[in-house]
């Protein structure tokens, strides 16, 4: 494969940085900045999950998934027991897996992140004014997805099957949501045992609704599409995307399986917004370009990559 990216879209640096609010640093220099707006996110995202919590899994007799659904499991069979030390004292096993199969950096980020979703469990009570089950349950999995989300786009998470997930996802690439789904289902499996099944069907509806929005939350608004093009246009085609796109653009040697005439395949990886631009290029240089486009799981590089940062 020949690269054909223009040398002025290789000298690129290729540093990591996290993009931080304009406002951040107007009070805040340096890189205290990223601690400040990691924290902002660990805190926000507890809030929302804290309010799916006691606003709406609670009242109903919900559980929920992984650590926080054995937390709720004791807390109803014991009323007395205070749901956020359950919580807390249940990571300090997984936090000790953490120190080894994961970024130092993240570790540290977790543990801060799991005494705010903790305090937050304690302190934050919104009631929720919906009394239909499946209307609860689709509500506390919007909400708890959003916030569970917005936690893992810090550096860091709030403990528990986070920990986990992340660990799955450096080692085996699976995603972060499909994870926590599959371990949830078997505490569910557990719990329906104490409590009754259709409680438990209302909580898998929950736990369902928080996973998908989760992973959007986590890749969906950062989807990267790649895409094979296929046109004797192409000399044409990858320039216009170099000048107009400034993506790059790979050339790929390939021969017509029915022709057997020699082909030149353009690759490239581009963002979501990007697609329509792309496609409206294709169609001005070419009608009859072959064009193949699907989506990627991660994209690791400097410029147009979306690999998490765990």
Known sequence: ?????????????????????????????????????????????????AVAINGILVPHQFVSGGFMGVALVIHYLFPSSLLSLLYFLL??????????????????????????????IALIHVPMPVHDNILSALLAGIITGIGTGIILRSNG?????????????????IRIGTTVLAFNVIVLSAASLLFSLEAALYTLIYIFVSSQIMNIVL?????RKALFIISPKWREISREVLDKVGRGVTLIQGKGGYSGQDE??????????????IKEIIRQVDTNAFVVVYNTLEVMGHRIGNQPHW
């Open 1 to 49: 494969m020949e690269n054909i990216l223009s040398p002025k879209k290789q000298a690129v640096s290729g540093k990591k940085h996290i993009i931080v609010p304009r406002w951040c640093g107007r009070f805040i220099p340096g890189s205290l900045k990223q601690i400040f707006w990691n924290l902002c996110l660990i805190c926000l995202g507890s809030v929302l999950v």
């Open 91 to 120: 990571n300090v096993p997984v936090f000790i897996l953490g120190w080894r199969f994961v970024g130092r950096r993240f570790f540290f980020y977790s543990i801060v992140g799991m005494l705010i979703f903790s305090a937050a």
């Open 157 to 173: 998470s709030s403990g528990g099957t986070d920990i986990l997930s992340v660990i799955l996802a450096n080692s085996f690439s």
């Open 219 to 223: 890749t969906g608004l950062s989807q």
């Open 264 to 277: 030149k395949i353009l690759y490239t990886v581009i963002t979501l917004r990007e697609l329509h631009l």
